[in-house]
């Protein structure tokens, strides 16, 4: 038999998982964990409960940010200008910089 909460209390069950958990939990986790200890809850349910008893995820609270930081895309010189072709070898290189060997990763 499923029970539906533990004594008749989820908020009781709700807050003690989320506390022992760090606050880190959201609905879907404390669902999830709720459902480990053989107690059903809906996700709505457990969010009502959270936003009465104002436990917030740690997760969930947005990050300040003191200044915006800029885009990377910085304008370069056009120094080949689509002349290709070379007279030696390797006097010009053209690579994308995502990916660049050097030594050993570390």
Same mark, same amino acid.
């Given at each position: =038999?499923? +029970?539906?909460?533990?004594? $008749?209390? @989820?908020?009781?069950?709700?807050?003690?998982?989320?506390?022992?958990?760090?606050?880190?939990?959201?609905?879907?986790?404390?669902?999830?964990?709720? +459902?480990?200890? $053989?107690?059903?809850? &809906?996700?709505?349910?457990? $969010?009502?409960? =959270?936003?009465?008893? $104002?436990?917030?995820? &740690?997760?969930?609270?947005? +990050?300040?940010? @003191?200044?915006?930081?800029?885009?990377?895309?910085? &304008?370069?010189?056009?120094?080949?200008?689509?002349?290709?072709?070379?007279?030696? *070898?390797?006097?010009?290189?053209? *690579?994308?910089?995502?990916?660049? *060997?050097?030594? *050993?990763? +570390?």
């Amino acid at each position: =038999m499923v +029970q539906l909460y533990e004594n $008749g209390k @989820p908020r009781a069950a709700i807050v003690e998982i989320f506390h022992k958990n760090r606050k880190a939990y959201g609905t879907r986790k404390l669902k999830f964990k709720f +459902q480990e200890r $053989g107690l059903v809850a &809906t996700r709505r349910r457990i $969010g009502r409960i =959270m936003k009465e008893q $104002g436990l917030v995820s &740690t997760y969930t609270i947005a +990050q300040y940010k @003191p200044n915006k930081t800029a885009c990377n895309e910085a &304008t370069t010189k056009n120094v080949l200008d689509r002349e290709f072709e070379q007279t030696e *070898s390797k006097r010009f290189v053209v *690579s994308d910089l995502t990916v660049v *060997s050097y030594g *050993s990763w +570390q």
